[in-house]
C-alpha cells in the first residue's frame, strides 16, 4: 500500500494555520497578478531547513537561516518575480524588512518570520511594494491555492499536496494533517539533499526547503509514529518534486534514472545526476532516439567507477548493453518506450552494490525559447 492509498480524504482545515496571498507588482509595478504570499502559524513552529549549496546564496536564504538558529518561527512571507539575489548588503535589509513587514502584520518578532524569494536575479527588491501588499493580505484556512500560485514565475500551474494521515498508536488513532507548497520550472538542480531532481542542471541562487509544525493536532508522536511521520514527509516531497519535474520550462517528457552496482551510494548518486543532467541524454529522450550510448557514456564521465565489462543499461523493459556488450533490440519498441510516461533507465555499473536514483526532464527548444527571454 503506498502513502496516497493510506491517506485519507482531507478532513478540513489545516489546524492553527491561516494563510494569504497579494498583488504587488513585483516585476513590473502592475498588480495584475498574486506576487505576494503569507503562511501563518497561530502558534510557535519547531522548524527547520536546508539551503542551497550555491556559493552566490540570495539574501532570504542567509536572513531564514540566520533567523531558524535563533529558534521557533511563526510564519513565512514570500514573493515571487524578484530573487533578491546579488544584491549586496541592500538586499539583506531588504529581506530583513520583508519580514518585520509580516511580523507586524501578525504580532510577532521579525526573528520569528521566515523570508523566501524567486524572480529575476541582481534586481533591487521593491520592498515598499511587497510591505503594503503584506499589509493587505487577508488570511485565511482556505487560501493555499492562492498562495501556491503567488509563488509563481514561469510556473504554469501551482503546486501544491495536501494529505490527512492516520499516525496514532494501535486502539487509539490520532490524524496528522500535511500540507506542503513549492514552486519551480526552471533553474531546477536542487543540491541540498532533499529532491533528486534536475530539469536544466542550474542550482539556484534561492533553493530553500522548510517544515515547520505547531502540534496544534495535540498529536505528539514517537519511535514508530515518529519514524511515519518522517516516511509522509519524504512522500510529500516527493510529489511535490514530481510537480515541479512535470511542468519544468519547455518539459514534454519525464524519466528516472535509477543505478546499481555501483561502488557506493554516493557513487551512484553521482551517475544517477550525470545522467540526469547530461544535455545529449535530455535532447535524445525529447527526440525519443534510442542512442543508449549516451547514458553509458553520462556515466562514465560522472566521477563513479564503472566497470564497462559488467555494466548494463536497460531502457524500460528492454537491456540494451548487457555485461559489457550491446544487444540487438527493437528500436521502434525503444521509441515507444521513451515516448510513455513513466519512462525508467536502469544502469548497473557493474562494481558493487551501491544505489541510487534520480529524475530529470528532456531539453526541448520550447526551453531555449523561455531563458533566452527571461528578462525581456
Not at 217 to 224: E, H, I, L, T
Request: aromatic residues 4%; charged residues 25%; hydrophobic residues 45%.
Amino acid at each position: 500500500m503506498t502513502f496516497e492509498d493510506w491517506a485519507l480524504k482531507p478532513t478540513g482545515d489545516l489546524v492553527g494555520y491561516s494563510v494569504g496571498a497579494a498583488a504587488a507588482g513585483v516585476r513590473d509595478g502592475k498588480p495584475s497578478r498574486l506576487d505576494v504570499a503569507l503562511i501563518v502559524s497561530e502558534l510557535p513552529c519547531a522548524a527547520a531547513g536546508v539551503f542551497t549549496t550555491n556559493q552566490v546564496i540570495a539574501a532570504p536564504c542567509i536572513v531564514t537561516r540566520r533567523h531558524l538558529e535563533r529558534g521557533p518561527l511563526r510564519a513565512i512571507v514570500v514573493n515571487s518575480g524578484n530573487a533578491n539575489a546579488c544584491t549586496g548588503e541592500q538586499g539583506e535589509r531588504d529581506a530583513i524588512a520583508m519580514a518585520e513587514a509580516a511580523a507586524d502584520k501578525i504580532g510577532c518578532d521579525p526573528h520569528e518570520v521566515a523570508v523566501a524569494s524567486t524572480g529575476v536575479i541582481g534586481v533591487p527588491l521593491p520592498v515598499e511594494r511587497i510591505a503594503s501588499a503584506i499589509r493587505s493580505i487577508d488570511l485565511r484556512k482556505d487560501a493555499w491555492d492562492d498562495v501556491a500560485r503567488a509563488m509563481m514565475t514561469t510556473d504554469t500551474r501551482p503546486k501544491s499536496v495536501r494529505r490527512d494521515y492516520p499516525l496514532g498508536t494501535l486502539g487509539s488513532p490520532e490524524t496528522v494533517h500535511f500540507r506542503g507548497v513549492a514552486k519551480g520550472a526552471g533553474m531546477i538542480h536542487p543540491n541540498m539533499a532533499t529532491m533528486w531532481i534536475s530539469v536544466d542542471g542550474d542550482t539556484s541562487t534561492n533553493d530553500m526547503v522548510l517544515v515547520l509544525t505547531n502540534g496544534a493536532s495535540g498529536f505528539k508522536p514517537v519511535r514508530k509514529p515518529l519514524a511515519m511521520c518522517a516516511a509522509v514527509l519524504g512522500w510529500l516531497c516527493e510529489d511535490l518534486a514530481q510537480q515541479i519535474l512535470a511542468d519544468g520550462e519547455g518539459v514534454t517528457r519525464v524519466f528516472k534514472v535509477l543505478i546499481r552496482g555501483a561502488a557506493s551510494d554516493v557513487e551512484a548518486m553521482l551517475a544517477a545526476r550525470t545522467i540526469t543532467t547530461s544535455t545529449l541524454v535530455k535532447t535524445a529522450i525529447h527526440g525519443a532516439d534510442p542512442n543508449w550510448g549516451r547514458i553509458l557514456a553520462a556515466a562514465g564521465r560522472s566521477g563513479a567507477k564503472v566497470d564497462q565489462t559488467r555494466a548494463t543499461v536497460r531502457i524500460g523493459d528492454v537491456n540494451v548493453f548487457e555485461s559489457g556488450a550491446p544487444r540487438s533490440f527493437d528500436r521502434e519498441r525503444i521509441r515507444e518506450i521513451f515516448s510513455s510516461p513513466g519512462l525508467r533507465i536502469a544502469v548497473d555499473l557493474g562494481v558493487a552494490k551501491g544505489k541510487g536514483e534520480a529524475w530529470g526532464t528532456d531539453l526541448s527548444e520550447e526551453y531555449v525559447r523561455i531563458n533566452a527571454d527571461y528578462t525581456t
